[in-house]
T-cell receptor, first 119, second 111 residues
Framework: GAGVSQSPSNKVTEKGKDVELRCDPI?????LYWYRQRLGQGLEFLIY????????KSGLPSDRFSAERTGESVSTLTIQRTQQEDSAVYLC?????????????????FGPGTRLLVL | GQNIDQPTEMTATEGAIVQINCTYQ??????LFWYQQHAGEAPTFLSY????GLEEKGRFSSFLSRSKGYSYLLLKELQMKDSASYLC????????????FGGGTRLMVKP
């Protein structure tokens, strides 16, 4: 497709269950990012994939969170043993630029997000 | 790490001009971005500054002063559809291509 897609668009789960969120980046984009956005708040960085390099997991809030990416395509974010505080919108973004192409103003393109509600 | 501050909320009148400020502290500054996010939607890119000065794009302009760690987004001829959150984000050399976002400024445009 033309843009970043994410699935599911909405997910309601019970506390303690595992959930898996999927992101399809723009074709050819080497960089992929996951963010979390709680209601009325800014974006919280979770994890960053760049090509075949080891991912930057510095933003993952706990070991219940993990993410994988197959090559330069699909990524999945998994949350194990979900807690109510995990309720948020999970946004995926991709970009074509590898550091340091900042002078081109390479930007990130966001998907529509997955709205997760943990009951 | 980076620290980014912007006002939480602003209100302005249709047809007026509004300036949304963003201040940041970072090492290895490598660009500042502004995004617009309508309620329930994903952020969309508005502007990018890496050098000092003003970048104009239609009704929207963005200014950067690297020495002051300061940027603003200027919206002219406000329209009701401009009601949204405006996110300031900073990129730094020591953080690869990652962006660190501020909390966003929720702008309400009134008739």
């Amino acid at each position: 497709g033309a843009g970043v897609s994410q699935s599911p668009s909405n997910k309601v789960t019970e506390k303690g269950k595992d959930v898996e969120l999927r992101c399809d980046p723009i074709s050819g984009h080497t960089a992929l990012y996951w963010y979390r956005q709680r209601l009325g708040q800014g974006l919280e960085f979770l994890i960053y994939f760049q090509g075949n390099s080891a991912p930057d997991k510095s933003g993952l809030p706990s070991d219940r969170f993990s993410a994988e990416r197959t090559g330069e395509s699909v990524s999945t974010l998994t949350i194990q043993r979900t807690q109510q505080e995990d309720s948020a919108v999970y946004l995926c973004a991709s970009s074509s630029a590898a550091y340091p192409l900042a002078e081109r103003g390479e930007t990130q393109y966001f998907g529509p997000g997955t709205r997760l509600l943990v009951l | 790490g980076q620290n980014i501050d912007q006002p939480t909320e602003m209100t302005a009148t249709e047809g007026a001009i509004v300036q949304i400020n963003c201040t940041y502290q970072t090492s290895g500054f490598n660009g500042l971005f502004w995004y617009q996010q309508h309620a329930g939607e994903a952020p969309t890119f508005l502007s990018y500054n890496v050098l000092d000065g003003l970048e104009e794009k239609g009704r929207f302009s963005s200014f950067l002063s690297r020495s002051k760690g300061y940027s603003y987004l200027l919206l002219k001829e406000l329209q009701m559809k401009d009601s949204a959150s405006y996110l300031c984000a900073v990129r730094a050399y020591n953080a690869g291509n990652m962006l660190t976002f501020g909390g966003g400024t929720r702008l309400m445009v009134k008739p």
